[in-house]
């Protein structure tokens, strides 16, 4: 206790220096612990949106996702209400929601353009609703009756080249899955975009009781399960799969590309980031001890005199290091707290990422796991640094040190 | 208590060798205070920083307490830690420290409990004068104060050898006399063996005995008269 009050002491002697490698620890910190926080807000933002979007789980034919179709609906599914009836069951399943994937061309009368459709129930806009941004109309009402016009609705980019308002009438054809050609006409209900341009140029959502008349199907393409809780899908994923080998389980993160890529992405150039930083304060405290053993050689071959050892002269400036490594990682995380605290206030809005039509806002996610590793990494990055400043910096002789002027 | 044969030491600059002691030998009685002579330059503070163990690169033997000294750095280290105190021109204070912390560093370094380091600081503390100025860093006290501070640092783990090297050169002769004075009655209350450098008559006046180095050969100088008066 002793010996950590005297390193204060001398933390405190260059108070000047001292604090400009404490601010430049803090900096460190606060760069590493914004950069990571950003990411990680990203991570779950993109995390929760890929399981919105397809589910937590999605419940398909085993060669659902590998092999190509030769007819529509070859690789369906078509015995799961075993499944569903079992997972509805269960408290921590949000929803159950079959799917039809659908293609075929949709008309306006005059002028005809390529569609990508999805056949859903009406409740997946209850459970997707803030994900789908609707402009115009409203999502589908899922009211299905023989004499009423089935309901689409389009995205925004599809709906423009069909000249489409709310209200309007449009045609979708389809190939049946014994070979047909069929056509149905629908009112269109209400248009919204994904945000992706490209998507946006050919997706359509109608009633999944439409999408089976329309191509002839009692089966369905995927079953998608959602869960209250993100965390638990993993957990989830195994007992699904047990409810029946004949069908394949996938979990969100295989299909979520996007999101797999963001985090490559941004893992490789935060990883950088931090790097630099390590190397920053390394370089910063070892150039700070470097100069403050120089400063203190007659003094440390007064105290090696009096019958220090080497081990403790050193162990005694690797504790200076440590107290300052310490004193910035926690200016670091109060200033990151602040910083975090600020763009939640200030709501700053971010340009849209690659591939997106729509900005986001710009949140950290402050993490205290996050924070408390970084602090250890950064305190004994400042204290090897002074271990290499000191090893060097202590090798004179006793005799030496004590003429030094 | 020391004693030492035949001790050869040349320094190496550049191509230039220089012979700082020529075989120099000597006893020094426990307890005694040695006033080491000489003018500059004549190997005063080589000859202290061999006896001290702070320079293991000598010829000859060097005996301490009957036994002779070892080569291994961390045995000297040890050595020193528990035997020998250090008095400097330059006082060689710790700046950051008040003169309380100062003297209680070496106590610190021998793992010795709270209670009883401050009570010996604070013994010691008493003895050089400078109660009042426990809590004061040494930047705040004289030259002849943090000169005491040092000589209670020196002596409060109560060595059996100290080594002063010029501790008055730096001092005018009002404050020499009470540094020498406070030296040679503490050390003798002690018990420790004393060995100053010095070219200083102030101080050689104040010694049991004196020995004089010139040009790396050491001559004994007996002065009958002041060891009746001092003796
Ligand atoms: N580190 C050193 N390197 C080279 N020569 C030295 C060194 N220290 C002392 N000397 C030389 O050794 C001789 C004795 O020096 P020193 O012991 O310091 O004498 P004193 O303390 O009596 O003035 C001098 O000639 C001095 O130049
Ligand atoms: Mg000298």
């Known amino acids: 206790m002793r010996w950590v009050h005297f390193a204060f002491l001398n933390v405190l002697r260059n ?10 620890t803090a900096i460190a910190m606060t760069a590493i612990l914004v950069s990571s926080g950003f990411a990680l807000f990203t991570y779950h933002s993109l995390a929760e949106k890929a399981a919105r979007d397809e589910g937590n789980l999605t419940i398909t034919h085993p060669r659902f996702f590998t092999d190509e ?8 599914l078509s015995n799961f209400e ?31 353009a390529i569609f990508l459709g999805l056949g859903v ?13 609707m402009l115009a109309g409203s999502p589908l009402s899922g009211v299905t009756s023989d004499d009423a016009v089935p309901e689409v609705v389009l995205a925004q980019g599809l709906a423009q080249s069909m000249k489409a308002k709310v209200g309007d009438n449009i045609t979708l054809m389809a190939t049946t899955t014994d070979g047909a050609l069929n056509a149905f006409d629908f009112v269109v209900k209400g248009i919204y975009t994904t945000g992706v341009p490209d998507l946006d140029k050919r997706q359509l959502y109608i009633d999944l009781a439409s999408a089976k008349s329309l191509i002839n199907t009692e089966k369905v393409s995927s079953v998608a399960v959602y869960l209250f809780d993100l965390d638990k899908t993993t957990e989830k994923l195994a007992s699904v799969a047990a409810l029946d080998n004949t069908v394949a389980v996938t979990p969100w993160w295989q299909r979520a590309f996007y999101f797999q890529s963001v985090q490559a992405l941004y893992n490789r150039i935060f990883g950088l980031l931090g790097v630099m930083m390590v190397l920053l304060v390394f370089f910063s405290i070892s150039n700070t001890m470097s100069m403050t053993v120089t400063e203190r050689t007659r003094e440390i071959g007064t105290i090696a005199a009096m019958g220090c050892y080497r081990g403790e002269i050193i162990r005694n400036f690797l504790m200076e290091a440590g107290i300052i490594g310490i004193a910035g990682a926690i200016a670091g995380v109060v200033i990151a707290g602040i910083v975090t605290w600020a763009l939640l206030v200030l709501g700053l809005e971010m340009p849209p990422p690659p591939g997106s039509s729509q900005g986001y806002p710009l949140t950290i996610e402050f993490s205290w796991p996050l924070a408390l590793i970084t602090s250890a990494i950064l305190t004994l990055v400042c204290v090897l640094a002074a271990l290499k400043a000191t090893w060097q910096g202590c090798n004179k002789t006793i005799t030496d040190a004590l003429s030094y002027v | 208590m020391l004693r030492f044969a035949n001790l050869t030491k040349s320094y190496l600059t550049g191509t230039t060798e220089v012979q700082a002691l020529k075989g120099v030998s000597a006893h020094i009685e426990q307890g005694s205070t040695v006033a080491l002579c000489g003018p500059s330059g004549s190997g005063k503070s080589t000859l202290l920083n061999i006896c001290g163990l702070l320079d293991p690169d000598y010829q000859g033997e060097l005996y301490l307490g009957g036994e002779l000294v070892p080569a291994n750095a961390q045995a000297l280290t040890s050595i020193r830690r528990e035997k020998i105190g250090f008095i400097f021109q330059r006082y060689n204070l710790i700046p950051v420290m ?31 004068g400078l109660g009042k100025f426990a809590k004061q860093r040494p930047d705040r006290l004289s030259g002849g104060q943090q000169q005491r501070v040092a000589i209670a640092r020196a002596l409060v783990k109560e060595p059996r050898l100290v080594i002063a090297d010029e501790p008055t050169a730096n001092l005018d002769t009002p404050t020499a006399h009470l540094v020498i004075d406070l030296m040679r009655d503490l050390g003798r209350e002690v018990g420790s063996t004393f060995i100053i450098a010095t070219h200083d008559h102030r101080m050689t006046d104040r010694c049991d ?19 009746l008066a001092w003796g």
């Open chain 1, 121 to 133: 129930e009406a409740s997946e806009f209850q459970v997707k609703g803030p994900f789908l941004n």
């Open chain 1, 15 to 24: 108070g000047r220096r001292s604090f400009f490698t404490i601010l430049v």
């Open chain 2, 98 to 128: 008040s003169a309380f912390e100062n003297i209680e560093y070496p106590l610190l370094m021998l793992g010795i409990s709270k209670a009883e380091r401050y009570e010996r600081v604070a013994r010691m503390i008493d003895a050089v």
């Open chain 2, 209 to 227: 005995r004196v020995i004089e180095l010139s040009d790396g050969h050491l001559t004994e100088q007996t002065k009958p008269a002041l060891q």
């Open chain 1, 82 to 112: 075993h499944i569903r009836d079992e997972l509805l069951v269960d408290d921590e399943v949000k929803a159950v929601l079959p799917r039809i994937n659908l293609s075929g061309l949709v008309s306006n009368g005059e002028k005809t």
């Open chain 1, 69 to 76: 179709e030769d007819v529509p609906m070859q690789y369906g």
